[in-house]
């Protein structure tokens, strides 16, 4: 894993996994995800930034929230983008999310906000080695 959020020039933003009904879901598809994205960023210096694995995290806790179209499996929703946006921030900051006020014009209730503030805290924190 990437240690260090620190003196990095460039980012990799790690995407989530597909899901039903996208033609190539897989369960294990955001192990091979994690798997690319740390070993490139460590090859060349560069943060990585958890989002797939954020994603991983939301689900398993609220199966029920949709974070991708229904459509087509791959595209965020709104509240898959919020919780990307969560995680870009706690990972290239190194701060909380959590109390960070945007809601989207209020078109996110206020617990999923905080929900998804609180997965994306917890999953960066994970990532680098914080916990």
């Excluded at 260090?4 to 980012?11: C, G, H, Q, T, W």
């Excluded at 929703?77 to 990307?84: D, E, F, I, P, W």
């Excluded at 900051?93 to 959590?98: A, C, D, F, K, V």
């Amino acid at each position: 894993m990437l240690r260090s959020l620190r003196n990095k020039s460039s980012a990799l933003y790690m995407t989530h996994a597909y899901v039903p009904p996208h033609e190539m879901y897989r369960d294990d598809m955001i192990r091979e995800i994690e798997n690319l994205y740390v070993t490139v960023g460590n090859e060349v210096g560069a943060l990585v930034i958890p989002v797939g694995l954020a994603f991983e995290e939301a689900y398993r806790r609220r199966p029920d929230l949709l974070l991708h179209m229904p459509y087509d499996g791959t595209h965020p929703s709104l509240a898959g983008t919020y919780l990307a946006a969560a995680t870009v921030f706690a990972s290239l900051y190194g701060r909380s999310p959590i109390g960070v006020q945007y809601d989207y014009f209020g078109r996110i209730d206020g617990s999923t906000v905080r929900f998804q503030q609180e997965v994306a805290e917890h999953t960066v924190r994970a990532f680098f080695g914080r916990d």
